[in-house]
């Protein structure tokens, strides 16, 4: 009898389960069947009636039913689960190739680029950074670089004086006096800045434009040693592969004095439009720091010696980024300054 | 500096290739800008003999000529020059032929008679009377030399030289010589330097009988002069005019041509006076006198200050010194007899001058650069030399040569070791002396009075052209660039050296990284602007900001002043985006500001800013105070207060505010006036702030510190607020701070809300208050009682809850 209703148990059970389409269905048919009040709880409490031989036979039997429908229950319940969660995604699909949300980004100044790339590399090298004042004493614009008023090479550099004493640097060198005046050697820095000549405003020219300027005074600084340090720079800024050469030159403040070439990065040497054909770029002016300069600031040029180099920002930012017109740097528009 | 290649060769032996050569000089020291040869730009023009000429049957100014070029048959080429007869040389441009300037000539038509080229005038070929004095201007170019027909016109005209245009730097005045190059030349090639010294050339009478020269100016070292008279004025020789167009000076008769080039030779400026119009048969060199005046060559009258030197004859000036020649210093038809000048001035004397006269010549440049006096005679010999060899007239015996103290060859002692400590290189003391002499240098084994040590065993004798040579490092360079530059080794400096950036420039990029973060790109504009600008942003009159550094000789009107405040420069940027249709700008610059120090003589202040603009949508005052109030988070400063300011002129008086921390302005922030706009043509709202790096440095906050996470739960409460509409909400939220205390955790304002509900002139403000203790959980009625602090505050500035 006990057998029987239990088997009819089993078999509306599953009927039932597999018509149930929701979790509310399911809970419903786990309520009815195993719950504790469940039709199966109800025939267990008639257990007491049956005799010592059917009663764990029984027992056995319920609990192998109990088992089943429950392992069932819960493997259709997650079969529904996953129904959902897959219908749930289809719906929710959207069109990942719409664009993106606006983030309001800006950016440096093409040339602030080059130039924070440049000064990391004269950090990695040791040198310290400086900065000086753009309105200078003729003092040490000239002066004390070994120009004194009457310096022909003055007329190289068309200046703007605002009193006799004082003017518009023209080149970032005054910060090599004002760096040796106050610091005894070891000194390496670099001083980038604003330079001023009274050039007229074209492609090319600028009244008012950037340089680096270097300096390194210690004891048994050489030119080889300039060499060496410059061609560093130029591969870690170019590559590698970069070749330089260096040519004699005249500066009043260095002796020897050189200006350096690298070898064009666009075509490499073999001659192009940017490098008019040479296949060589020049890249910046140096030389051997003039023992009357150290003298000037009271070094001791016998014990000392050193180097000095300035490099013009807007080329090499210009050359870098194929920028054919200075103006442009200095228009700020922004259709421009976003390129970069 | 020009130096054609065939005159190189007078002096050094030289094979090579133009771009051969330019490679090798330039490496050794003399930079090359480039070479040209006039030969370059002509190609197949032949010479031609005319033949015959006959009428054109259909023109009537038409020629057709039959032109022997040097084949089998003549030719026909038809002209419209009224020059020619039977038996004329002319160059002739062939067809399929190039002339300067890149014109072709092609076989063609001319009214039905078919011409086979052109006959060219001296024009066509880029030439003036100035090269061919024989030859005419409007009309075919008729040689006066037999040439054979077919013969290469840019051969017979002497137009093959090559011409090397150096860059000579200022302290190598030697080097604006042909004789200067050619030493350096024969160095480089390893060849003789085949050096010419003129010899003194006899002559008629006795000079010293017919002039006087004294010289009292200080700054002239040397005057050394000679007489020619029964001058025969003449065009120069072929040869003589090829030199002198190839260096870019145009010939003119063989007198003023002599004295040209023997500068270009020697390096040496010369003059030439006009015997005639020497007064008192004296020539005195001397300082101007006190309002003393000169008519200069070129017709202008200059006034003459006491610092100036001039030639003189007994009474008024002939010439200001080494500048320029006056008006009756010329050579006329109607000279007969001159007095050559080969003197040396002091540069700086002559550069001032020049400057001063706003007369920059050929003279005064190389004057300019410090001549060397020993030149001055060996010159003068060379132009006599010429003068007999063009015969330009007869020579009058003697010089005259006023040398008062001759500069001495200087002595340095020659120190190897300190030179090769110095390049970094083991360079032996042969080898130096090697290089030292072909370049005139010479080298003595003896030490210099009192240096007796083996550092001092040698010791280099200086040429006088080369004072530019006084020591070591001199001589290093000499000795490097002949060694190769590029011969040397490269090294590693040796030693360590440890390098970061200063907090100043940590901070600086860590700001500027900050404001790019925001959407901001970085321009770079000029420091200087005119004074215009000040108007455009309507400044008010007063200092400090017009207290400005003036630039006395501005570039044209505009750039004078050195700018004391950099935002009209950021609003030119604004313009100039929205002229080109830029829809949305926001910029900034670090931009450098000048305010001039009381004492014009101390250096003025350079104060470093942030200046920051914006329009275009969403780019609105509350959306730059967000910026302007995170930057500021950014750099570590709290409790800024955002005071409103009216009095301004450049800012919209309802629109603006200063950044104050305590007493300090940081700068200010605001909708710029409309009038402002209007003065730029900006249409849309725009807002700029200003703000000091230099003071957000100062200001900046530490590292910050821990604050343990909290343990226990915040309560929240949202007060919404009803008050008039004058009341600012900093205010209330100080009200606000202030009531709540310790407790306050934050405090968002998250609604503002405008209705005729509230009535009009009212608004009501939503805020969100946040409440903790870090050391339990608060109780509802803690809380309760901090709002009731708070709406109490509230109340004195009638402000209410909202009902």
């Not at chain 2, 970094?424 to 084994?445: A, C, R, W």
């Not at chain 2, 202040?605 to 730059?624: P, Q, R, S, V, W």
Request: glycine share 8%; hydrophobic share 40%; net charge negative.
């Amino acid at each position: 009898m006990m057998k029987q209703a239990l088997e009819t148990i089993r078999t509306n059970a599953e009927e039932l389960l597999k018509k149930a389409d929701s979790e509310a269905a399911l809970e419903e048919l786990r309520v009815r069947f195993l719950g504790k009040k469940g039709e199966l709880t109800a025939i267990l409490k008639q257990m007491g009636s049956l005799s010592n031989e059917e009663r764990p036979v029984m027992g056995a039997l319920a609990n192998e039913i109990r088992t089943a429908l429950d392992t069932e229950i819960r493997a259709r319940s997650k079969e529904l689960a996953d129904a959902l969660m897959e219908a749930r995604l289809v719906a929710e699909s959207i069109d990942v190739t719409l664009p993106g949300a606006k983030v309001a980004q800006g950016k440096r100044h093409p040339f602030q680029q080059v130039l924070d790339e440049m000064k990391e590399i004269f950090l990695g090298m040791g040198f310290e950074i400086k900065a000086g004042p753009e309105i200078e004493l003729d003092h040490y614009n000239f002066e004390m670089l070994n120009m004194p008023k009457s310096h022909p090479a003055r007329d190289t550099q068309d200046t703007f004086y605002i009193t006799e004493n004082m003017l518009l640097r023209t080149q970032t060198s005054p910060m090599q006096i004002r760096t040796m005046e106050i610091q005894k050697p070891p000194i390496r820095i670099i001083c980038p800045g604003r330079v001023y000549r009274s050039d007229a405003v074209d492609a090319t020219h600028s009244p008012l434009f950037h340089q680096i300027e270097g300096l390194v005074v210690d004891k048994g600084i050489t030119f080889t040693d300039l060499k060496g340090t410059l061609e560093a720079f130029i591969k870690k800024l170019y590559g590698e592969n970069t070749r330089v050469r260096f040519r004699p030159h005249h500066f009043p403040y260095t002796e020897p004095s050189a200006e350096m070439d690298m070898s064009c990065f666009k075509c490499g040497g073999k001659g192009c439009s940017l490098c008019k054909g040479e296949g060589w770029i020049e890249i910046l002016g140096c030389g051997m720091v003039h023992p009357k300069v150290l003298e000037n600031c009271g070094i001791d040029s016998e014990e000392f010696s050193g180097f000095a180099f300035g490099i013009g920002l807007e080329r090499i930012a210009m050359m870098r980024y194929g920028i054919d017109d200075m103006r442009l740097l200095y228009e700020n528009d922004l259709r421009f300054l976003r390129q970069f | 500096m020009k130096l054609p290649l065939g005159w190189v060769r007078d002096f050094a032996d030289i094979v090579t290739t133009p771009h051969e050569y330019a490679e090798r000089m330039t490496m050794s020291g003399s930079k090359v800008e480039g070479f040209e040869c006039e030969a370059d730009g002509i190609k197949n023009v032949v010479i031609g003999k005319i033949l015959s000429l006959e009428k054109h049957p259909d023109s009537d100014h038409l020629w057709v000529c039959s032109v022997d070029i040097g084949e089998a048959d003549p030719i026909v080429i038809v002209t419209g020059a009224q020059n020619l007869k039977v038996g004329d040389l002319c160059p002739a441009a062939l067809d399929g032929s190039t002339l300067p300037g890149g014109i072709k000539i092609r076989r063609g038509k001319l009214r039905g008679v078919e011409s086979n080229g052109m006959l060219c005038s001296l024009g066509e070929l880029s030439l003036t009377v100035h090269d061919f004095p024989n030859a005419i201007e409007d009309g075919i170019m008729v040689l006066d030399e037999e040439w054979p027909t077919g013969t290469d016109a840019v051969h017979a005209l002497g137009l093959d030289d090559v011409s090397v245009e150096f860059e000579i730097t200022p302290n190598r005045p030697d080097c604006l010589s042909i004789r200067g190059l050619a030493r350096e030349s024969a160095a480089t090639y390893g060849v003789e330097f085949k050096d010419h010294t003129p010899e003194a050339p006899r002559g008629e009478g006795d000079i010293q009988e017919m002039l006087k020269v004294d010289i009292s100016a200080p700054v002239c070292s040397r005057y050394v002069a000679a007489m020619v008279t029964n001058v025969r004025v003449a065009p120069s020789p072929r040869w003589l005019r090829e030199r002198l167009r190839l260096c870019g000076v145009r010939p003119i008769n063989n007198i003023v041509d002599i004295t040209n080039y023997v500068m270009l030779e020697y390096g040496h400026p010369m003059h030439a006076f006009d015997y005639a119009y020497v007064g008192g048969k004296s020539i005195q060199v001397r300082m101007a006198t006190e309002d003393e005046k000169i008519v200069t060559l070129d017709g202008v009258e200059r006034a003459l200050t006491t610092d100036m030197m001039v030639i003189a004859d007994d009474k008024v000036p002939m010439a200001v010194a080494g500048v320029m020649g006056g008006e009756f210093s010329g050579i006329y038809d109607t000279t007969k007899t001159i007095v050559f000048e080969g003197a040396c001035f002091d540069g700086p004397s002559v550069r001032v001058t020049a400057k001063k006269l706003g007369m920059r010549t050929e003279a005064s440049g190389r004057f300019e650069k410090g001549l060397n006096p020993a030149n001055c005679l060996p010159a003068i010999y060379r132009a006599l030399e010429l003068v007999k060899e063009l015969d330009a007239g007869d020579i009058i015996g003697g010089v005259i040569d006023v040398y008062p103290q001759p500069r001495l060859p200087r002595e340095i002692p020659l120190r190897p070791d300190a030179i090769n400590k110095l390049l970094g290189t083991d360079v032996s003391v042969e080898e130096m002396i090697n290089i030292l002499e072909p370049l005139g240098f010479e080298v003595e084994k003896k030490a210099l009075a009192g240096l007796f040590d083996k550092e001092h065993a040698y010791t280099v004798i200086v040429p006088p052209e080369r004072y530019d040579v006084a020591r070591d490092c001199d001589l290093a360079e000499e000795v490097c660039r002949y060694v190769g530059y590029n011969k040397v080794p490269s090294t590693i400096m040796h030693g360590t050296a440890t390098a970061r950036p200063s907090e100043r420039q940590i901070f600086h990029d860590k700001m500027i990284q900050a404001l790019v973060g925001y959407g901001l790109y970085e321009c770079e504009t000029f420091s200087f602007y005119g004074k215009k600008a000040w108007d455009n942003i309507t400044l008010p009159e007063t200092p400090p900001l017009r207290r400005a550094v003036v630039i006395p000789t501005p570039l044209g009107e505009d750039p004078s002043i050195m700018r004391p405040t950099a935002v009209p420069s950021l609003l030119d940027v604004v313009a100039r985006n929205y002229n080109a249709r830029v829809e949305e700008v926001a910029v900034f610059e670090n931009a450098t500001e000048y305010i001039s120090a009381e004492n014009p003589e101390e250096l003025p202040t350079e104060n470093e800013k942030f200046i920051l603009a914006m329009y275009g949508e969403g780019h609105d005052y509350l959306a730059l105070k967000g910026i302007v109030e995170q930057l500021l988070a950014s750099a570590g400063i709290k409790n800024a207060a955002f005071v409103r300011n009216t009095d301004g002129t450049t800012y919209h008086p309802g629109r603006t505010a200063d950044i104050m921390l305590g007493d300090v302005k940081l700068g200010c922030i605001g909708e710029l006036h409309p009038k402002v706009l209007a003065n730029y043509g900006i249409k849309p709202r725009t807002c700029v702030a200003d703000i000091s790096f230099d003071l957000l440095f100062e200001h900046r906050g530490g590292t910050p510190e821990f604050k343990p996470l909290p343990k226990h739960p915040a309560m929240t409460r949202d007060l919404a607020l009803v008050c008039e509409e004058e009341v600012a909400a900093a205010d209330i939220a100080a009200r606000i701070q202030k009531g709540a205390g310790k407790l306050l955790e934050s405090l968002t304002l998250f609604d503002i809300y405008r209705g005729e509900n509230l009535g009009t002139g009212k608004k009501s403000l939503a805020y969100k208050l946040v409440l903790r203790t870090a050391e339990r959980t608060l109780t509802d009625e803690e809380a309760d009682n901090a709002v009731k602090k708070v709406l109490k505050n509230l109340e004195e500035i009638n402000v209410v809850l909202r009902s």
